[in-house]
């Protein structure tokens, strides 16, 4: 089975389009009330253990359902299931426990760990992903609209303005990095009913879509080294240095950050292989 066979468009509901538009916001809003009316909540850092979890689990079982999809041997879904899975889960615990023993606090370590956390595994991710002939496989068998949809959990990045209104974040970071996030984040259903409908813009709309999302990326990791301490800092001085790369809000830039960047990557070769003569 294969994405690229063409099918009848559709015209995709107004109404459906509007209702999950509203279900996002809803959802982002309440993850915000949530951490507003709780402010203790977030530092004990069990949202971060259950919204990682899940968002794990999430792209390994829809790893897993788009294997189901390819023609592969029962042995080689198996495989590169476990090719992908087991390198993704040790890559989330070694982030969680450099978190967890304050490695990436500012002065904790002479290298710079958070950028490294940041673009090393984007760099080793796109060179394998990319050139894999079995992701690309998976890829042309698996819906588009998977993973733009999987990206509504993008919502949560609101959790920067919390961390703004408690005085642990600059406003100069915490505006562009949560506004960018939770558009992205509740774009994504609609976006991915566009897909799923095929309408006759939905691939251009999906495109644009992930080049959001990724300029998002550039903006808040730019704006994040000139809030946090370090030789480049100029916004976000009055903001105490303690605060800066802690647990469990460093889990965003250092796994959750380039995790994403990895699954709009992976949504553009899958939007572009369809290529317009197969949409």
């Known amino acids: ?21 509203a279900l996002s916001v809803a959802l982002a809003a309440f993850w915000i009330a949530i951490n507003l009316a709780f402010p203790g909540l977030a530092p004990t850092g069990i949202p971060s253990v259950v919204t990682r979890l899940a ?19 029962a042995n080689k879904r198996v495989l590169v299931w476990l090719a992908v899975a087991v390198p993704f889960t040790l890559w989330l615990a070694l982030v969680w426990n450099l978190a967890l023993n304050g490695v990436f606090r500012p002065g904790a370590v002479r290298l710079p760990i958070l950028p490294v956390a940041i673009f090393a595994p984007v760099a ?20 588009a609209s998977w993973l733009v949809g ?25 505006w562009p990095a949560a506004i960018g996030d939770m558009l992205t984040g509740i774009m994504a259903l609609p976006v991915a009913f566009l897909l799923a409908s095929r309408a006759e813009s939905a691939r251009r709309t999906a495109i644009a ?6 300029t998002d990326f550039a903006i808040a990791i730019t704006m994040g080294v000139l809030s946090n301490p370090g030789p480049l800092q100029i916004f976000g001085l009055d903001i105490p240095a303690s605060f800066a790369g802690t647990y469990p809000i460093v889990l965003i830039p250092a796994f959750a ?14 939007l572009r292989r369809m290529g317009r003569a197969h949409w």
Do not use: C
């Open 1 to 21: 089975m294969s994405t690229l066979s063409t099918s009848p468009k559709t015209e995709p509901s107004q109404t459906t389009m509007l209702g999950l538009t």
């Open 55 to 73: 968002v794990v689990a999430t792209i390994l079982t829809g790893l897993w359902l788009g294997l189901s999809r390819t023609e592969f041997s």
């Open 124 to 143: 080793i991710g796109l060179f394998a992903l990319l050139r894999s002939k079995s992701i690309t496989t998976i890829l042309d068998a698996m819906p």
């Open 150 to 174: 999987a990206q509504v959990y993008r919502i949560l990045g609101g959790i920067f303005l919390v961390n703004w209104v408690n005085g642990t974040v600059a406003g100069t970071f915490a």
């Open 209 to 214: 879509w992930n080049i959001f999302g990724l």
């Open 257 to 270: 950050v380039p995790s994403w960047i990895l699954l709009h990557a992976l949504s553009i070769r899958q």
